[in-house]
C-alpha cells in the first residue's frame, strides 16, 4: 500500500509522521517486481486500474490518483483465471473468468475447467478468506500461474449478480442460494433484532442527539 499522492483537507505534517519521504521507489519496485499493478486499495469494475512496466509509468500512474489510497501488486501473467461467488463463506462457485472479455462475455460456463487438486485449493482458500473477511456476500478472484493460485482481488461486498452478465445456470444459482441463507438466517433469529446503531444511539447524552433528537 502507498502513501497518498495527495491529501483531503485536514491532513497536516504530524498526520504523516509515520512516513519516510521521500519514498524510495526503487526499494518498492525491486520488492514488488515490474510489471506491476496499480490499483485503488478499495474499488471495482476495473477502475482506474495500470499495468505498469516501468518506474516512469508508475509515476504517471501515481501521479494521477490524488486523493485516492492505492496499492502496487505484483502483476501476475495468468494461464488462467477463476472468479469465485461466495455465500454464506461456505457457498462458493468457482466459475472460469475472462477479465479481458467484454463485460457480458467474462463468464464462462465450463464445469470442468479445474482439476480436483486445484479445485480443491481454490475451494479451500476462497472459504479462508471470507471467514477471515466475516463476509457473508463476496467474490474471490484467482489467478492461476504455474498452477499456483493467487488470490488478487477478495474485498467485493457488492458483487456482480446481475443476469445481464451471469450465464443463467450461475445466476440460477445465486437467487437460490442467497434466498436459502436469508430464509435460514431468519428461522434461526427470529424476530430481526434492534438495529445496531439505534442500540448505541440509545447510550449517548442530549448533546449527541439520543432517541432521535
Known amino acids: 500500500m502507498l502513501p497518498n499522492h495527495s491529501y483531503v483537507e485536514g491532513v497536516v505534517d504530524e498526520s504523516l509522521r509515520n512516513l519516510i519521504y521521500p519514498i524510495d521507489w526503487p526499494e518498492i519496485v525491486d520488492y514488488v517486481g515490474l510489471p506491476a499493478v496499480l490499483k485503488p486499495h478499495w474499488g471495482g469494475g476495473w477502475k482506474d486500474v495500470t499495468v505498469v512496466y516501468s518506474l516512469e509509468e508508475l509515476w504517471a500512474a501515481y501521479n494521477r490518483s490524488y486523493t485516492t489510497t492505492m496499492i502496487l501488486q505484483e502483476y501476475i501473467a495468468w494461464e488462467h483465471y477463476v472468479r469465485c461467488i461466495c455465500i454464506g463463506q461456505e457457498r462458493i462457485m468457482p466459475i472460469r473468468y475472462n477479465p479481458h472479455a467484454p463485460f457480458h462475455e ?3 460456463v465450463d464445469h470442468e475447467h479445474l482439476n480436483p487438486e486445484l479445485g480443491t485449493r481454490i475451494l479451500h482458500d476462497a472459504r479462508l ?5 466475516g463476509y457473508d456476500m463476496n467474490t474471490v478472484e484467482f489467478a492461476i500461474r504455474d498452477g499456483i493460485p493467487y488470490a488478487i482481488d477478495f474485498m467485493n461486498t457488492a458483487p456482480d449478480f446481475d ?3 451471469l450465464p443463467p445456470i450461475y445466476f440460477d444459482w445465486v437467487v ?3 434466498a436459502d441463507l436469508v430464509i435460514a438466517r431468519a428461522h434461526a433469529h427470529g424476530a430481526p433484532p ?11 447524552p442530549p448533546a449527541f442527539g439520543r432517541n432521535g433528537a
Open 129 to 133: 478468506i471470507n471467514r477471515a473477511m
Open 106 to 108: 467474462r463468464y464462462v
Open 163 to 165: 443476469p445481464v452478465s
Open 194 to 204: 434492534e438495529a445496531h446503531w439505534r442500540a448505541m444511539m440509545d447510550t449517548l
Open 176 to 178: 437460490r442460494q442467497m
